[in-house]
């Protein structure tokens, strides 16, 4: 079931999704050959809490950790370790909070140092395709036009996306109705209507 916000309870929401970003924006300058991503996971879920909410991502579904970082092939879901990063690894960082009872969920893949042209191609496009699948967010239009235009811009550009694993709802639980995958057909699968909040991730390979 598809869980309607008001328009103050978006506003909450935003406050949570704000306080993912500035996260995210912190951490991006922490990320460098050496640094281990156990690391990274303790300066987040500080500055979480310096900020007023709660780590959303430690204890949910029995997840140890503040971040999900995954690097290199590794697609989603990673569990923080002492490993070091290594120039041209990339890290993606997967961050949730949780404010006036809210969720806030983004993800960013970064670049450890320098990487190569394929690297940057890869990281351009997904981002790219990120961008294009917001523009299809809106009311009237439905989960397949979301997935349409994302699939079609990453295999216009070489290529293919992930199936196995979707975007979603997001709201008082990380995880609500309805699932986005990156692939579709137009005009199939639910209808958006106003008062919606969804996060769209492309996973590309």
Not at 55 to 65: C, E, Q, R, S, T
Not at 90 to 117: L, M, Q, R, W
Not at 125 to 132: A, D, F, P, Q, R
Not at 149 to 158: D, F, L, N, S, V
Request: charged share 25%; net charge negative; aromatic share 8%.
């Amino acid at each position: 079931m598809i869980i309607v916000k008001t328009k103050d309870e978006i506003e909450l929401m935003r406050e949570s999704a704000l306080i993912v970003s500035k996260t995210l924006g912190m951490l991006a300058s922490e990320v460098k050959p050496g640094v281990t991503t156990m690391y990274l996971d303790s300066l987040a879920e500080t500055f979480i809490r310096d900020h007023g909410a709660i780590p959303g991502f430690l204890g949910l579904y029995d997840f140890p950790n503040t971040l999900c970082v995954s690097p290199n092939e590794q697609v989603v879901h990673g569990i923080p370790n002492k490993d070091p990063l290594k120039e041209g690894d990339i890290i993606s960082i997967d961050c949730g909070a949780i404010k006036n009872e809210f969720y806030g969920d983004h993800a960013y893949t970064f670049a450890v140092g320098e990487v190569g042209p394929e690297i940057e191609s890869l990281l351009k496009v997904t981002k790219e395709s990120l961008y294009v699948g917001i523009r299809e967010f809106k009311k009237g239009n439905r989960v397949g036009d979301v997935g349409f235009a994302i699939q079609q811009y990453c295999e216009k550009h070489g290529y293919g996306v992930v199936r196995e694993l979707v975007g979603h709802g997001l709201g008082r639980k990380m995880h609500e109705d309805p699932e986005m995958p990156n692939y579709g057909r137009r005009g199939r699968g639910k209808k958006f209507v106003e008062g919606q909040v969804v996060a769209i991730e492309p996973m590309i390979n």
